[in-house]
């Protein structure tokens, strides 16, 4: 893996984890069969080292995960843009692992996760519709295997 460029940037593993949780939306990026990359933005939740999103029951990043389960996770926020110093503040992660399909109890908890993360209070209802519905959705497993963060915040103009 390669060692990241601009050191003075670079957040502690445990930084890296909180900005994972904060977020809400990601970029999966996968690799077809003609090594054209596809990347898409999806709704998560982290936890023990692992990104869970859920996804419909075919399409091109689950035909990628088919033919190549090495996968991309990033995660971007905080930005703004600062004119006058030609800088941008921001706070990034960068993932790699492996994509995996989940099913049966694995698949329910991490849809419970999903619910619990981007709904709160109304975890109820969405196990209802879960139960309901959750036969027409996949759920993909990220198993972390290196990844990195960084935080850009220029010092103030004096």
Known sequence: MREMRRKDKEISPEETQELLRKHEVGIFTTVDQEGQPYGVPVNYVYTDSKIYFHCAKEGHKLDNIRDNNKACFTVYGGNEIIPH??????????????????????????????????????????????????????????????????????????
């Open 85 to 158: 110093r030609f800088t941008t503040t921001f706070e990034s992660v960068v993932a790699f692992g492996r994509a995996v399909v989940v099913e049966d109890d694995e698949k329910l908890e991490a849809l419970r996760l999903i619910i619990e993360r981007l709904s709160p209070g109304f975890e109820e209802e969405g196990m209802t519709y879960i139960n309901k519905s959750g036969g027409a959705t996949q759920v993909v497993r990220l198993d972390i295997q290196h990844m990195t963060g960084k935080r850009a915040i220029p010092p103030k103009r004096a």
